[in-house]
């Protein structure tokens, strides 16, 4: 009873008595409204989708008479993706109106917020995104390579798309997907997970943290083992750093403009015109 006391208490201090906060989770977990097979649904769903996004441009590429339509496919993700935003954003409409609450609330968007939550996420994207990234690439490339500078697979590291899909890739697909992968596993699974799981939050950081990173592994899906792991332990570091950041702000639009900027620096190194 103290410890509720406490995080409402704290949560109104905080300005953070929303829908999505500790104590509004705890009140829809008590009451059934909130089980495991949400949670845990979505942090298998996002994977399940780039699959199956994946596998349609496979499709079109073997109808059309490709040599490799598995390879050909590989460079399509950063376009297909929003198909896998869309599968995941009404899986999770669909959650929360059996919550009781808007698809929105899971953001946590404050106006009087605006212009902290950009200079935070900036911030955060210009300390944290070098170090994570080159000593996850870095930590990953000893573990399963066993060099710092393993020889990848060229479609890891650029592709070349048609004007049109290069625009897109460039202009929209990263504003949707940044967003609805952070609402998926930050905004939703997270603090639910850390509910269910009784308050232990390593637990829920943990489950989190590989579930997010199986699904880089499908960014794309290579027909190489050696190259999922790569990219799964690549990403473990950065899925951890993002939800102990999400826990210490409770400020989903801070990450989101962090991941923005991620996402667009891939869209705009790794795609050539061609």
Known sequence: MLTSTTTSISDSVNGLLDPNSKAEILKRTSSGLITWAGPLGMLVARSILCMIAQALVILIFWVRGSPDPLRASTVWWQVTG?????????????LTRKEGIRLFDLIGFRRDQVGRDLLIGLGILVVMFPVVMIGGSMLSGLVVYGTIQPDLPVELLSKSL?????????????????????????????PRLQTLFGGRTWAAVGIVSLAWSVQHSFLPFIFDLRVFF??????????????????????????VVMHWGMDLFSAIMMIKVG
Not at 82 to 94: E, P, Q, R, S
Not at 241 to 249: A, G, I, N
């Open 162 to 190: 048609p004007l049109w899909a290069a625009i897109y890739a460039r202009g929209i697909w990263w504003l949707i997907w940044s967003v609805t992968e952070e609402m998926t596993y930050n905004g939703y699974a997270l």
């Open 230 to 255: 790569f990219l799964f332990v690549q990403m473990l570091p950065l899925t951890a750093v993002m939800q102990l950041l999400y826990l210490r702000f409770r400020r989903l639009p801070r990450l």
């Open 82 to 94: 929003t198909l896998v935003d869309l599968g995941c954003l009404a899986l999770l409409l669909h």
